[in-house]
C-alpha cells in the first residue's frame, strides 16, 4: 500500500512566523488531504488537496501528484495554529482507505 | 448538515468484555471508515463499509469487526478486549467514488 511520510516531526515557532510542512507519499494517489487534530481528538479538515494549490486564509497547500508530494503552508502563525497535523492520501481503489503519516507536532508561542 | 456523530464519546470496559461503537455518517454518504489512534502505532486504518459491504480492510485481528445498516450507519465491535486496545477509535464519512473524508469526533476506549 501506500507510504505516507510528514516532515520534520516537530516544529516550534514564535508568533508571527511562517512555516511548511511536507508530505511525501510512495505511489499515485487520488485523495490528499491536511488535517489539524484539535485537543479533544477530532481530525478538522484543512486541505482536500490530491493536486493543484489551494489557500485558506493564512494557509495553503500545493500537491505535486508527478513528483508525490505536498506541502503545507502556515503564514504569521499564531498559538491556536499549534496543535498535530497530519497528511493522509488513498491510491487506487482504495478510495474509503486513508493511510495517515505520523503528524508534526506544531508549537507557536507567544 | 450535520456532521459525522460518534457514540459514545468515553467508554471504560474491562479486560475480556466486547464493545460496540456507533457511527452516523454525513447525510447522503455511503461510505463509512474506520481508524484506530495510539500513541505508539498513530492513525491505523481498520475497515471501510460502502453499501452495506466491506470494501477495504486494514490489517487488525479478527476480534474487530463492523457492519454497515441500509440508512449507511455502522457499527464497530471489538470482542475479547485488551489492554491494548485502549485508543481513540475514529470514524469518517465520504461520497460514493471516494472524494474528501470527514471524521467525526471519535470514541475515546480504555480498557482495565
Known amino acids: 500500500g501506500i507510504q505516507v511520510e510528514q516532515s520534520p516531526p516537530d516544529l516550534i515557532l514564535q508568533e508571527g512566523a511562517n512555516s511548511t510542512l511536507r508530505c511525501n507519499f510512495s505511489?499515485?494517489?487520488?485523495?490528499l488531504q491536511w488535517f489539524h487534530q484539535n485537543p479533544w481528538g477530532q481530525l478538522i479538515n484543512l486541505f482536500y488537496?490530491?493536486?493543484g494549490t489551494k489557500q485558506n486564509g493564512r494557509l495553503s497547500a500545493t500537491t505535486v501528484a508527478t513528483e508525490r508530494y505536498s506541502l503545507l503552508y502556515i503564514s504569521s502563525s499564531q498559538t491556536t495554529d499549534s496543535g498535530v497535523y497530519f497528511c493522509?492520501?488513498?491510491?487506487?481503489?482504495?478510495?474509503?482507505?486513508?493511510?495517515f503519516g505520523q503528524g508534526t507536532i506544531l508549537t507557536v508561542h507567544p | 448538515k450535520a456532521g459525522v456523530t460518534q457514540t459514545p464519546r468515553y467508554l471504560i470496559k474491562t479486560r475480556g468484555q466486547q464493545v460496540t461503537l456507533s457511527c452516523s455518517p454525513i447525510?447522503?454518504?455511503?461510505?463509512v471508515s474506520w481508524y484506530q489512534q495510539t500513541p505508539g502505532q498513530g492513525l491505523q486504518f481498520l475497515f471501510e463499509?460502502?453499501?452495506?459491504?466491506?470494501?477495504n480492510k486494514g490489517n487488525f485481528p479478527g476480534r474487530f469487526s463492523g457492519r454497515q445498516f441500509s440508512n449507511s450507519r455502522s457499527e464497530m465491535n471489538v470482542s475479547t478486549l485488551e489492554l491494548g486496545d485502549s485508543a481513540l477509535y475514529l470514524c469518517?464519512?465520504?461520497?460514493?467514488?471516494?472524494?474528501?473524508?470527514?471524521f467525526g469526533q471519535g470514541t475515546r476506549l480504555t480498557v482495565v
Open positions: 488537496i490530491p493536486s
Open positions: 493522509a492520501s488513498a491510491g487506487g481503489t482504495s478510495y474509503g482507505k486513508l493511510t
Open positions: 447525510s447522503g454518504h455511503r461510505s
Open positions: 505511489d499515485s494517489v487520488n485523495n
Open positions: 469518517a464519512s465520504s461520497g460514493q467514488g471516494g472524494g474528501e473524508a470527514f
Open positions: 463499509y460502502f453499501s452495506e459491504t466491506q470494501r
